[in-house]
């Protein structure tokens, strides 16, 4: 198994930082971790398995869509399972953020200097936007579907779902690279029919995670495997009973493999 990359950590002053500044830094990270031109798609898979980060997903109900913390165990983020999947998207790139300046923005100086905590949650969030919505990508998406000078309510919302942001952010992203005004932004998200376009096209995107990490749940299936812990220890890790726990595992793609070496490769 490959040794995990340490997450980037980038300097940054948050009191003084410009949008320019959050755009440089978005790109550059987007590079570093090699996201390609729908950040969405891969960023989760990337945090997971090339820098270890364990996403754990619970019900947060109303105590907000997502937290990230560090230590001697590694990076974690803690995501709201029941909120639509590009709501997640965006609080993985807003907890990504924090994971990346925790050197320049101490959580704890943040956590007892209000100002400070405010100015690090709104770099956060532009930063999630800017990441997830890459200038060079969505400006040439915008313009392939502009049919006689205009681009439809439809095009628009199958934009959102493909960048895997809502269509809030993806229009106030349109904004951003010049290819729509902010009025226009205003105007479609004050439209029934926008909103129903949207509606529309959310069912057949809506998942909700399990709620451990797969990388967690690969590792201890691992384990068991290779003899260093017991089914019902295995059935314990993953707070499941002996009954359910093929069912579980199943959930993931894996299931009971008693035995490793039936199939070799030929010397």
Wanted: aromatic content about 8%.
């Amino acid at each position: 198994m490959e040794t995990p990359r340490e997450l980037p950590q980038v300097d940054i002053d948050a009191r003084s930082a410009t949008v320019d500044d959050v755009q440089r830094i978005a790109l550059d990270i987007s590079r570093t971790l090699n996201l390609g031109s729908i950040p969405a798609a891969s960023l989760s898979s990337v945090l997971e398995n090339d820098y270890s980060v364990k996403v754990w997903y619970e019900d947060l109900g109303t105590n907000g869509s997502a937290a990230s913390a560090f230590g001697e165990f590694g990076y974690g983020i803690v995501m709201h399972r029941l909120q639509p999947p590009w709501r997640r998207n965006f609080s993985f790139g807003h907890e990504l953020f924090h994971l990346i300046t925790r050197d320049s923005i101490s959580p704890q100086e943040a956590a007892t200097d209000s100002d400070l905590h405010e100015r690090a949650e709104k770099l956060a969030e532009r930063f999630a936007g800017m990441l997830l919505l890459p200038v060079d990508a969505l400006g040439p998406e915008f313009d392939a579907r502009r049919r006689r000078g205009r681009v439809t309510y439809t095009d628009a919302v199958e934009m959102a779902r493909r960048f895997g942001v809502s269509t809030e952010a993806l229009l106030w992203g349109l904004v951003s690279c010049g290819r729509i005004t902010a009025d226009d932004a205003r105007k479609a998200l004050a439209d029934p029919a926008f909103r129903k376009r949207d509606r529309m096209s959310m069912s057949s995107h809506w998942w909700q995670p399990p709620s451990m990490p797969e990388r967690f749940v690969r590792l201890a299936l691992l384990a068991y495997q290779k003899g260093k812990m017991s089914r019902g220890r295995l059935a314990e890790y993953l707070e499941v009973s002996l009954l359910n726990l093929p069912d579980t595992l199943a959930e993931y793609g894996l299931e009971m493999t008693e035995d490793l070496e039936d199939d070799v490769f030929p010397a």
